[in-house]
């Protein structure tokens, strides 16, 4: 083989070398994941209108080049996380103390902003991350409503004692990026059988029916 054609060949391999190499460059997340890649800045529209820069850029889903000299790039989950949520004894408005057991499911909300917001709080903890804080928040709220609450108000109106942690949490989910999907009071019960004494009339009417 002639110098030439040995100078060629290994120009081949190594154009092709490198060709393989950029594409190794590329990340890829799935429909439910964020990619986060740090080392440029991009700009994303606050919820006032206005334009904030940041220092780093990413997208929902899909692929995109990331420079491995300048660049490093992070996956965080935007699925939804489902929780139940379990008070201790509350006491409620009427002094009745009183044991809720709930189910919420909450996500990363997909606006920009939002994601801009959980990439602050979430980005290294993930899911696990997710499900600690609104648990959290979720507790609290949740023991603040059945204080609110009498015992007859929430055994009748479960829809609305949904509504109200609902209202009292959107604003603190939403500050650190977050949305809840879905909420609902699974059972209510107590150590005194308060709740056992307002059912019965119900159960007998409906059996007389």
Same mark, same amino acid.
């Given at each position: 083989?002639?110098?030439?054609?040995?100078?060629?060949?290994?120009?081949?391999?190594?154009?092709?070398?490198?060709?393989?190499?950029?594409?190794?460059?590329?990340?890829?997340?799935?429909?439910?994941?964020?990619?986060?890649?740090?080392?440029?800045?991009?700009?994303?529209?606050?919820?006032?209108?206005?334009?904030?820069?940041?220092?780093?850029?990413?997208?929902?889903?899909?692929?995109? @080049?990331?420079?491995? @000299?300048?660049?490093?790039?992070?996956a965080m989950p935007i699925g939804v996380v489902s929780l139940t949520i379990r008070t201790p004894e509350v006491l409620s408005k009427?002094?009745?103390?009183?044991?809720?057991?709930?189910?919420?499911?909450?996500?990363?909300?997909?606006?920009? #902003?939002?994601?801009?917001?959980?990439?602050?709080?979430?980005?290294?903890?993930?899911?696990?991350?997710?499900?600690?804080?609104?648990?959290?928040?979720?507790?609290?709220?949740?023991?603040?409503?059945?204080?609110?609450?009498?015992?007859?108000?929430? #055994?009748?109106?479960?829809?609305?004692?949904?509504?109200?942690? #609902?209202?009292?949490?959107?604003?603190?989910?939403?500050?650190?990026?977050?949305?809840?999907?879905? @909420?609902?009071?699974?059972?209510?019960?107590?150590?005194?059988? #308060?709740?056992?004494?307002?059912?019965?009339?119900?159960?007998?009417?409906?059996?007389?029916?």
């Amino acid at each position: 083989m002639s110098l030439s054609w040995l100078i060629l060949l290994i120009a081949v391999v190594a154009v092709a070398a490198f060709i393989f190499w950029m594409m190794k460059q590329y990340r890829k997340v799935g429909s439910n994941e964020v990619l986060v890649v740090s080392g440029r800045k991009s700009v994303i529209m606050t919820p006032d209108g206005s334009k904030q820069e940041i220092g780093y850029r990413f997208r929902i889903g899909g692929s995109s @080049f990331v420079n491995p @000299f300048t660049e490093q790039a992070s996956a965080m989950p935007i699925g939804v996380v489902s929780l139940t949520i379990r008070t201790p004894e509350v006491l409620s408005k009427d002094g009745i103390p009183i044991v809720a057991e709930s189910s919420a499911q909450v996500k990363i909300d997909a606006n920009e #902003y939002s994601i801009f917001l959980a990439t602050q709080n979430f980005l290294t903890g993930g899911s696990d991350a997710v499900r600690e804080v609104a648990q959290t928040v979720l507790e609290g709220k949740v023991r603040e409503t059945v204080g609110s609450m009498t015992v007859t108000e929430l #055994y009748q109106n479960r829809a609305e004692f949904g509504e109200r942690v #609902y209202n009292a949490v959107v604003r603190d989910l939403a500050s650190m990026g977050l949305v809840m999907l879905s @909420f609902a009071l699974k059972d209510i019960s107590d150590t005194q059988g #308060y709740l056992d004494a307002l059912s019965k009339p119900i159960v007998a009417a409906a059996k007389r029916d």
